[in-house]
């Protein structure tokens, strides 16, 4: 049985560490091209680890510090709480936007995942 207090930080960590696998993902997220995005699933994909929810934990704790407005839902709606922030991000980098129809509650765009949705790229290399 270990000597440890409960809830005692490991040694060798440090409270500013990020998990190894958040890590990964906001440097992926830092990838990301002005202009595009990648979906939670396909971040989670091109690490070939986690899923879509475990991406989107990881931008939820950590992801203030990197273009969070660049890991998206897949169907192109703009994050629940930050919509007015992402649309600004997104207006000034020229991400491709379908604006909303007047029955669109808000009246708020979708991002045009057809045309914003980025692969990764061949020369980006994996993390």
């Known amino acids: 049985m270990s000597e440890q207090n409960p809830g005692a930080e490991p040694r060798g960590t440090h409270p500013d560490d990020l998990p190894e696998y958040a890590e ?3 440097q992926v997220a830092e990838l990301i091209p002005p202009g595009r995005v ?3 699933g396909d ?4 690490l070939e680890e986690g899923g879509p929810r475990q991406v989107g934990r990881v931008m939820s704790l950590y992801g203030g510090a990197v273009p969070w407005w660049r890991v998206v ?3 192109g709606a ?6 007015l922030r992402a649309l600004a991000h997104y207006r000034d980098e020229g991400t491709p936007l379908r604006e909303a129809g007047r029955s669109a ?8 995942m057809r045309r914003a949705r980025w692969d990764g ?7």
């Open 38 to 40: 990648m979906t939670y």
């Open 73 to 75: 839902r897949s169907d």
């Open 24 to 26: 990964r993902v906001l």
């Open 121 to 127: 790229g061949a020369d980006a290399g994996h993390i």
């Open 43 to 46: 971040v989670a994909e091109w």
């Open 78 to 83: 703009l994050l629940p709480g930050h919509e």
């Open 105 to 112: 509650e808000g009246h708020l765009p979708r991002l045009d």
